[in-house]
């Protein structure tokens, strides 16, 4: 199909998914692609390291999905497909996403997540402007993260699982919407300056923004150089488990389609202009996590239980390791009534099981085959 027979009436509404072949990216563009066969989706995705068409092989033959291989910074190209598909929503997760690459390499975290975010920004802009109705219908939904918020201090060492009502007892022990940005990598501070450049469109051109700050998220497709699908890789090949410091951080975890539900509801329901935080109540020291699932793993493949438990490996810390984050999202249950539908427990059984039983994925992403395979294809074309 070119860019320029397309029928773009057929369809109710045409979305850019920025991002979609990454890990929260697949479930948010097949979370839309099934359930709104009256929308377009166009997942647009560079295919970096993260990126992975294998993640999406389920719907990539359905008729309200297109995936587009481009760059965020890629103005022009932006421009064109703004155009040609009369995109009236974007749903923005394109992003370098990993901490530790961040502290190795700024740069790439500058030029996509804040130039990248900025090149759509204006794209978008100028489109809509261009429109008769103008803003009118359109959004420009920006994901972002709470580590832009910097970190909490350790106040409630056990942590917190699932606790909804944690807010009403701990108060301000949490980031909420209004906690004054104090990112301290560099990957934070990159994903802080694209929120402050959304909020700028917003103020300066009136360009119907939201943003909204999410916890970590865990569960399948997952790229395993993040903790969790990492070490599940490791405990299954018995390879040490390099747990930075003394594994003492705390982390908010939710459960992968829990944020993607969420993302559905605040992009249709959300008010312009806003932020929302989006978390699971469900803290977890570093050490106590990996632990869980150890056991789960060790479980799952008929191991004797703790038997891999002597994995654990104590490294240097991490530079500049944020101690504590957690969430509240109060206000996204009380406005719009989300919260997370699934207790720790089974999410985390949920993901182990999907890593063993998918080893092929794993095998091929840790091998780079992914990418060779599509280095090609997209070279021939
Ligand atoms: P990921 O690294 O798994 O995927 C990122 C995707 O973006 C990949 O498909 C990659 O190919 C694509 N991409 C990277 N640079 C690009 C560019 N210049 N142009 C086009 N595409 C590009 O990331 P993720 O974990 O799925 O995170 C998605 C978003 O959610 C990010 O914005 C991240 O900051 C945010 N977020 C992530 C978490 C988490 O726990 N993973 C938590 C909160 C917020
Ligand atoms: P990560 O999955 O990289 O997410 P983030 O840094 O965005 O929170 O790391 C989660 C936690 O696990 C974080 O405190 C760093 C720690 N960690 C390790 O201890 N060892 C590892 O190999 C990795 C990747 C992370």
């Given at each position: 199909m070119t860019l320029k027979n397309i029928d773009i009436m057929e369809f109710k509404r045409n979305i850019i998914i920025t991002g979609g072949?990454?890990?929260?990216?697949?479930?948010?563009?097949?979370?839309?692609?099934?359930k709104y066969p009256d929308y377009?989706?166009?997942?647009?995705?560079?295919?970096?390291?993260?990126?992975?068409?294998?993640n999406l092989v389920d719907i990539?033959?359905?008729?309200?999905?297109?995936?587009?291989?481009?760059?965020?910074?890629?103005?022009?190209?932006?421009?064109?497909?703004?155009?040609?598909?009369?995109?009236?929503?974007?749903?923005?997760?394109?992003?370098?996403?990993?901490?530790?690459?961040?502290?190795?390499?700024?740069f790439t975290f500058a030029r996509t997540n804040v130039l990248g975010t900025l090149s759509l920004l204006q794209a978008a802009k100028l489109y809509w402007e261009s429109q008769s109705e103008g803003y009118e219908g359109k959004r420009f939904y920006h994901i972002s993260t709470d580590e832009v918020y910097?970190?909490?201090?350790?106040t409630h060492p056990?942590?917190?699982?699932?606790?909804?009502?944690?807010?009403?007892?701990?108060?301000?022990?949490?980031?909420?919407?209004?906690?004054?940005?104090?990112?301290?990598?560099?990957?934070?501070?990159?994903?802080?300056?694209?929120?402050?450049f959304v909020r700028a469109f917003h103020d300066t051109y009136g360009m119907p923004t939201i943003i909204t700050n999410c916890s970590n998220n865990y569960g399948p497709y997952q790229f395993p150089e993040k903790l969790i699908p990492l070490f599940i890789n490791n405990i299954r090949h018995r390879k040490p488990l390099p747990v930075y410091g003394k594994g003492?951080?705390?982390?908010?975890?939710?459960?992968?389609?829990?944020?993607?539900?969420?993302?559905?509801?605040?992009?249709?329901?959300?008010?312009?202009?806003?932020t929302y935080n989006i978390g699971g109540f469900n803290e977890w020291k570093n050490i106590d996590i990996i632990k869980v699932v150890i056991d789960t793993v060790d479980r799952l493949l008929g191991r004797e239980l703790g038997e891999d438990i002597n994995l654990i490996t104590y490294v240097t810390d991490r530079k500049g390791h944020d101690l504590r984050y957690a969430i509240d999202s109060t206000?996204?249950?009380?406005?719009?009534?989300?919260?997370?539908?699934?207790?720790?427990?089974?999410?985390?059984?949920?993901?182990?099981?999907?890593?063993?039983?998918?080893?092929?994925?794993?095998?091929?992403?840790?091998?780079?085959?992914?990418?060779?395979?599509?280095?090609?294809m997209y070279n021939k074309r």
């Open positions: 072949a990454g890990f929260i990216g697949s479930h948010v563009v097949r979370l839309f692609v099934n377009r989706i166009i997942n647009l995705d560079k295919l970096t390291y993260a990126g992975n068409l294998a990539e033959g359905k008729p309200n999905y297109i995936f587009v291989k481009a760059d965020i910074c890629d103005f022009e190209k932006i421009r064109e497909l703004m155009t040609v598909y009369h995109v009236d929503g974007i749903i923005h997760l394109a992003a370098e996403s990993h901490v530790d690459r961040s502290i190795r390499d700024p910097g970190a909490l201090e350790l056990k942590g917190l699982k699932n606790d909804i009502s944690a807010h009403e007892v701990y108060g301000d022990d949490f980031f909420h919407e209004t906690t004054k940005y104090n990112p301290h990598s560099p990957y934070s501070a990159s994903k802080a300056s694209s929120d402050h003492e951080n705390v982390r908010d975890w939710l459960y992968v389609e829990d944020h993607a539900r969420a993302i559905d509801l605040i992009f249709h329901k959300g008010r312009i202009a806003d206000k996204l249950k009380t406005e719009l009534g989300w919260q997370p539908s699934l207790q720790f427990e089974e999410g985390i059984e949920r993901t182990v099981r999907w890593y063993l039983d998918n080893q092929d994925w794993m095998d091929n992403v840790t091998s780079g085959n992914y990418q060779r395979y599509y280095d090609e």
